[in-house]
């Protein structure tokens, strides 16, 4: 069975940082894309940053740039998301997401999806 586990999520003022972390099981990624979306509430779900098998490429939403950083230990098969100058708009639920043959924006290119972790931050 494989599962995605979200951890790091919690509470945070305005301007702060937060590190997410996401450790798969029972399947190896290593050869697929990874990232991490996002679904505030009443608002649909999406990217916020993914990575290729290797880490050579990744992609950002606009909105993340220069603030966030994605990461991936293939050793580990986790995939990584450290969060800076947090915003009052950064507040959601953050989901990892596996299994995509390219890095990718789509939501649909992902197999495997995490529970979530729930990021608040405060003003």
């Known amino acids: 069975q494989v599962q995605l586990v979200e951890s790091g999520g919690g509470l945070v003022q305005a301007g702060g940082s937060l590190g997410l972390s996401c450790e798969a099981s029972g399947r190896t990624f290593s050869s697929y894309a990874m990232g991490w979306f996002r679904q505030g509430l009443g608002k649909e779900r999406e990217l916020v940053a993914a990575i290729n098998w290797s880490g050579s490429s990744t992609v950002y939403a606009d909105s993340v740039k220069g603030r966030f950083t994605i990461a991936r230990d293939n050793a580990k098969n986790a995939v990584y998301l450290q969060m800076n100058s947090l915003k009052v708009e950064d507040t959601a639920v953050y989901y990892c997401?596996?299994?995509?043959?390219?890095?990718?924006?789509?939501?649909?290119?992902?197999?495997?999806w995490g529970q979530g972790t729930q990021v608040t931050v405060s003003s």
């Open positions: 997401a596996a299994g995509a043959p390219v890095v990718t924006a789509y939501f649909n290119e992902y197999e495997y």
